[in-house]
């Protein structure tokens, strides 16, 4: 699961929840910035979510229900995952991944659509849907993606989908104004949090202060703060 919230009024913060059920996670802190690894049996840890001293930022939540046209079908092609890691690592700007994104098909792994919400200094907004498309958004007043395909949106159903998610952020947010800040995002995040699939990170990127905020574990009181 996942939910990923961009907000762009006096400030631009960014609010990310990890949902994740049986993968090893961590935290790590960097000059370079705040990341969000997974330990992969073969790769090792990935920093594969989080925020850069750039001022961008990378959530990658799961589509569903999985869609196999994001399966690889040819060599040489793009996949949402290194690109992903190159926008965090700061090897690639976000125009250079929207451009590789709107010139040819970006792929995900065999069995498993997952998506990119990017993200970068200005508060500009890249969703990537693997074997579906791309959107961009410049500055949108805000953007929330859960675990449906925005171009699906709630036509195919599916428990883990997140609409329920996505309407609630949708909600708050509309009763927030301009002064939209670091704890409102954390409401947000905290209303939207999981059990089941539990919410094991929860991060909100101050874009414009270069502040980086998060807890785990669904651990509201005890909150960590890295600057820029």
Not at 11 to 24: F, P, R, S, V
Not at 151 to 178: I, N, T, V
Not at 200 to 225: A, F, P
Request: glycine share 8%.
């Amino acid at each position: 699961m996942c939910t990923s919230i961009t907000v762009n009024r006096k400030k631009t913060i960014i609010g990310w929840n990890l949902d994740l059920l049986g993968m090893e996670h961590r935290v790590r802190i960097a000059d370079s910035g705040v990341y969000i690894e997974i330990n992969d049996a073969t790769e090792g840890w990935m920093p594969l979510f989080g925020a850069n001293r750039r001022g961008d930022f990378v959530g990658m939540p799961t589509c569903w229900p999985f869609d196999d046209r994001s399966d690889p079908k040819e060599d040489g092609c793009s996949d949402v995952i290194h690109l992903d890691i190159d926008l965090l690592l700061e090897k690639k700007t976000l125009p250079e991944i929207r451009e590789i994104a709107e010139r040819g098909p970006v792929y995900s792994i065999p069995g498993s659509t997952f998506m990119s919400a990017l993200s970068d200094a200005e508060g500009n907004v890249l969703y990537i849907i693997p074997g579906q498309g791309s959107l961009y958004f410049e500055k949108p007043d805000h953007k929330v993606l859960t675990n449906f395909s925005p171009f699906k949106q709630d036509s195919e159903k599916h428990p883990w989908m997140g609409w329920d998610r996505y309407q609630k952020a949708e909600e708050m947010l509309s009763q927030c104004g301009d002064g939209f800040d670091v704890s409102d995002c954390f409401a947000i995040l905290k209303e939207v949090s999981q059990e089941v699939c539990p919410t094991v990170v929860s991060m909100v990127y101050d874009v414009t202060d270069r502040k980086v905020y998060w807890c785990e574990d669904r651990q509201w009181n005890d909150i960590r703060c890295c600057s820029f």
